[in-house]
């Protein structure tokens, strides 16, 4: 059985070999090779031992209480063998491990969160039903989204395919090659995708994550893989997943319906539900997670997210929500991504921008692009300064770059 | 630079519906004669940087097209 596809292909027996009779470790491991990188976060884990994960490209001077001499120091610990990889599954699930994860820092110094095991595996769903598939790997390891998805697909024995990064034409190949049939990723990654040429039938389900998606990329994801159900999740560092739903909807389960409050449109994270971290404060047990929400069905624990607190761009005293706007421009055709932004200005506190990036083949103007949104936005949500960019920068993470 | 400078003017009247102005003077005013509200300003002053390198409004108001020529010399 595969384990995982990337420059090299890697079976479940490489990864049990790599694992089983060896006793040591790095506790803090900095590498590209995601392989390498797996196997040493299993045999931690399985063997209890407390990890903390970095990314492949970061400075130990970039992140508070590393040293460079930490990264990459082999540690020994009591080794133990296994005979199959049922039992290093079973290890895992049980592991009383530390796991400390940093926010990708797009607002600062990366932050240090403390994890077990299973708050970060809370949401992974075992049995029959989820044997045999093949998972599109399109996120970064060493983040909260990375890990979910990887708990999801290592703890049902599945197959990764290594697409993080990759160009479009790689990522539709490999589609094809391996027959994929799960990807989970960002709406950035998905947008890379675009436009619709040809259709993906072995793909079954489809999930976003991590940035607001909107209904053009819905349509468009619909085209290209026809067979797929399409979802959302909600996964932060803070507290890992915690609900998934269909459509532009999340759904509080039941059990945790008390675990929430939401106090001036703001999602309140009970304490009990979170990773640790010195960085987290709470009002009576309860975090501010930044993201503003609005109830669909309040009993039901249906809502939907309206945009980050803390994105809100004043614009001469109007707050302006850059995801509307960034949906809105998404929605004109041949628009394939966009990036809204505030601009500091003398005259009105910020100027609203925007970076478009178009689709092959379409040529549109500024003056186009106002014009489209002056009928569906108000006149201090149009942008005042659109530039035409032929690539977007994207976060460690695979979510766009705002500046 | 005047030209650029009407380039954006015009710029910006396009997306209000207004017609081009065919040329500026130095007593042109900004708000009264072209129309322009504190948001074209601002789009004016962004755009100016992004062309120029400085801010127009930097230190106080610009009225008059005038003002933008001096402060751009």
């Not at chain 2, 003017?9 to 207004?18: D, Y």
Request: with cysteine.
């Amino acid at each position: 059985m595969v384990f995982l596809y990337d420059n090299e292909t890697y079976s479940y027996d490489d990864l049990l070999h790599a694992i089983s009779g060896n006793g040591t470790y790095f506790p803090l491991y900095r590498t590209k090779e995601l392989f390498p990188f797996f196997a040493n976060m299993i045999k931690a884990l399985a063997a209890g031992m407390p990890l903390t994960l970095i990314d492949a490209d970061i400075n130990a001077s970039e992140i508070d209480g590393v040293e460079e001499s930490d990264i990459n120091a082999e540690q020994a610990f009591e080794s133990k063998t296994y005979q199959n990889m049922d039992e290093v599954v079973a290890a895992l699930q049980q592991s009383q491990s530390e796991i400390t994860i940093f926010t990708s820092g797009t607002t600062g110094q990366p932050k240090k969160v403390v994890h077990s095991i299973s708050t970060l595996t809370r949401n992974v769903r075992l049995g029959e039903k989820y044997a045999g598939q093949i998972w599109a790997y399109a996120y970064n390891p060493t983040h909260m989204a990375g890990l979910q998805v990887f708990f999801q697909a290592f703890e049902n024995q599945n197959t990764l395919v290594n697409v993080f990064g990759k160009q479009r034409d790689e990522v539709y190949r490999q589609i094809a090659d391996k027959q994929i049939t799960h990807i989970s990723a960002t709406p950035t990654f998905y947008r890379l995708l675009l436009p619709f040429e040809k259709s993906y039938e072995s793909v079954v389900r489809i999930t976003l994550g991590g940035e607001k998606s909107d209904q053009h990329l819905y349509d468009a994801i619909g085209q290209i893989f026809p067979k797929a159900k399409i979802n959302n999740v909600y996964a932060s560092t803070e507290a890992g997943s915690l609900f998934a739903a269909k459509g532009d909807c999340f759904q509080i389960p039941e059990d945790i319906r008390d675990k929430f409050k939401v106090v001036d449109d703001e999602l309140l994270i009970h304490k009990s539900l979170l990773g640790s971290s010195e960085s987290f404060k709470f009002t009576d047990d309860f975090y501010h997670s930044g993201d503003l929400i609005e109830w669909v069905d309040k009993e039901a624990g249906l809502f939907r997210f309206k945009s980050r607190k803390n994105e809100l761009i004043n614009v001469g005293g109007y707050k302006v929500n850059p995801g509307e706007v960034e949906n809105a421009i998404m929605a004109i055709e041949g628009v394939r991504q966009a990036l809204v932004y505030g601009k500091a200005n003398s005259i009105l506190g910020n100027v609203l921008c925007a970076d478009v990036q178009l689709e092959n083949g379409f040529a549109l103007t500024e003056l186009d692009i106002k014009k489209h949104l002056s009928t569906q936005l108000q006149d201090f949500k149009i942008p005042r300064r659109i530039k035409f960019v032929e690539e977007m920068t994207l976060t460690r993470t695979g979510k766009l770059k705002r500046s | 630079m005047e030209q650029k400078i009407l380039e954006i003017i015009n710029e910006i009247r396009a997306a209000k519906n207004l017609e081009p102005v065919a040329e500026l003077k130095p007593e042109t005013r900004l708000r009264e004669d072209l129309a322009l509200t504190s948001f074209d300003l601002a789009e004016l002053t962004v755009k100016i940087e992004d062309e120029f390198d400085i801010d127009i409004f930097e230190d106080g108001l610009v009225s008059t097209i005038g003002e933008i020529y001096a402060k751009l010399a």
